[in-house]
């Protein structure tokens, strides 16, 4: 895919201004071109050293230069870090000195990639680089933090020494093959195959939430006309985003806002009030398009005028949303109640005074699956979750093979298979393709 025995250059800081800018080498090559920009013998190793680079006898900037030998540096080569003003001309002719002195500009991942290949980290951890950069939440820089500590992969290491315990014994009885399970029973490898994909199971479990830590969740606010949902949405928003009036009907768009609840980014959906018989046409079109939102959303909430005594209207929006994750609050709870929120399984909240809203906030991740408090290493990877589905799979295929006493080579295929998947996770058997998509994520310098 690239190319590894040259020595690449880019920038490794954002781009724009900043107090310092960094320029990263890595190959063979780094220490020598460093050392002919900045007109030095030679650099000692993890020592700052002040230095002016120049490019044919003018000087560029004055720059801290770190030179790390392979293989204890990021990409397990030789990388120099130049750390100049951040400034991007300063930069950008600090790599174009580069590339005169014989660098080559860097791919999208590219040091990562070599990270990778020179197995500093496995392919997990090249992932969680790359969402550690790309968080937007504290909850989704710990998440993938925790990958980059190599958590998952520890996991799948202990759920592969578990399967080969269970191979080697299935492997050495194919030496005898008259009689068939030599070494160990069939049920009884049937049962630990049942605990290892019981093991698998809890992963799984937690690939979930980790996709929603990653992605986030999609929340819509549903409920008949005037019920005090846009007023709802704006104390969720933080800011006065939907039009707020005593008239029903007032909202007719769908009106979407991003905002970060518990470290998980939530898309907050306002959407116009359900009725049976709207005024006109352009109700009846934002009622269909209310109900197309809470048919796609994660989590729904449904709200009820605790002011107001109930009607045929607000049926349909807890009736519609019953089978699906939701949450049913009681608004206006700062007014006389018409109604017994508690009797009615109803949360009672009000946007005019907040009372409420920070329970609701709770119970909207609990009611996604994700607990705040809980303190797990997640599958936040689709791949991830993809391939050890797949590996599931072929378990509970050698699982029941063996209950049922099918000759060892088979159950050995699926659970080969099994173990084939885990390696394609962590990246010890790389499709070219994957690896592809991964690194092309990247930005430059990372
Ligand atoms: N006292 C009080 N009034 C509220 C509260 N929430 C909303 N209201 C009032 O109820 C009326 C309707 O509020 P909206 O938020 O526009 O209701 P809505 O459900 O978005 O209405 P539509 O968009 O027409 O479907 C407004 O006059 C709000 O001021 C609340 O918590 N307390
Ligand atoms: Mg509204």
Redesign the pocket.
């Known amino acids: 895919m690239f190319s590894s025995d040259d020595t690449i250059v880019a920038i490794a800081t954002p781009p724009g201004r900043g107090g310092i800018g960094v320029v990263r080498l890595s190959g063979p090559a780094a220490h020598g071109i460093a050392t002919s920009l900045a007109g030095a013998a030679t650099f000692q190793p993890r020592h700052a050293t002040l230095t002016i680079l120049r490019r044919a006898g003018r000087a560029i900037d004055q720059a801290v230069v770190t030179y790390f030998p392979a293989p204890h540096s990021y990409t397990g080569e030789d990388v120099v870090e130049l750390s100049a003003h951040g400034s991007p001309v300063v930069l950008d002719a600090i790599v174009g000195a580069s590339v005169a002195a014989g660098a080559r500009l860097a791919n999208p991942g590219e040091f990562t990639f070599r990270a990778y290949l020179h197995g500093r980290i496995d392919l997990v951890q090249a992932e969680a680089v790359r969402d550690l950069v790309d968080a937007v939440t504290p909850l989704q820089a710990r998440v993938a933090f925790d990958q980059l500590e190599g958590t998952l992969t520890a996991k799948l290491c202990e759920l592969d020494a578990t399967l080969l315990d269970i191979i080697a014994p299935l492997e050495a009885s194919l030496d005898f093959p008259e009689e068939g399970y030599h070494f160990v029973s069939a049920a009884g490898t049937a049962r630990s195959l049942d605990a290892a994909i019981a093991d698998l199971d809890t992963l799984l479990a937690d690939a979930r939430r980790g996709r929603i830590i990653r992605e986030g969740i999609t929340v819509a ?1 549903v ?13 969720l928003a933080g800011a006065a985003r ?11 768009d769908l009106v979407t806002e991003r905002v970060d609840v518990g470290g998980v980014p939530l898309t907050l959906i ?5 009725r049976e018989t709207p005024g006109d046409a352009i109700e009846e079109e934002g009622i269909a398009r209310a109900r197309q939102a809470r048919d796609a959303a994660d989590v729904t909430i449904v ?1 009820l ?1 605790r ?1 107001q005594p109930l009607t045929a209207d607000d049926r349909g929006p807890v009736e519609s949303s019953s089978s699906r994750p939701r949450i049913v609050v009681a ?5 006389p109640a018409a109604w017994d929120a508690e009797e009615a399984g109803a949360r009672p ?5 907040d009372e409420g809203i920070d329970g609701l906030r709770a119970a909207l991740l609990e009611a996604a699956g994700v607990e705040p408090s809980r303190d797990r290493a997640a599958i936040a990877n689709v791949r991830h979750a993809a391939l050890l589905e797949q590996a599931r799979d072929s378990l509970v295929r050698a699982a029941s093979a063996a209950a049922e006493g099918v000759p060892e080579e088979f159950v050995l295929a699926d659970l080969h298979d099994a173990r084939a998947k885990f390696d394609e996770v962590t990246g010890v058997r790389p499709h070219d393709e994957v690896l592809r998509t991964i690194f092309e994520r990247f930005c430059i310098g990372k």
């Open positions: 606010i409920g008949r006309p005037n019920a005090g949902k846009s007023s709802l949405f704006n104390r939907a039009i707020v009036t005593a008239v029903p009907g007032t909202t007719r306002d959407t116009a009030g359900i709200v005028d002011s608004s206006k709870c700062d007014l909240v009000s946007s005019l005074t």
